[in-house]
């Protein structure tokens, strides 16, 4: 089996376009997160099971920070 796309989602700021795709291959479900400035693409992949952890930090990091 090769990669699917389940699910993506496009986010652009400033001058940078963020791609959140999940997937899943053989090895199973994954995010796949691409930050595109035009001239640079960079890749972070969290596979499901670090999942739940990466969105409590992420939620912590929001609503302990900033104002939403």
Do not use: C, W, Y
């Amino acid at each position: 089996m090769g990669e699917e796309t389940l699910f993506s989602k496009k986010i652009i700021t400033r001058n940078k376009a963020f791609f959140l795709d999940l997937k899943q291959n053989d090895n199973g479900k994954f995010l796949k997160v691409t930050e595109n400035n035009g001239s640079k693409r960079s890749f972070v992949f969290i596979p499901e099971e670090g999942l739940k952890e990466f969105s409590e930090s992420i939620t912590e990091i929001i609503s302990g920070h900033f104002q939403v």
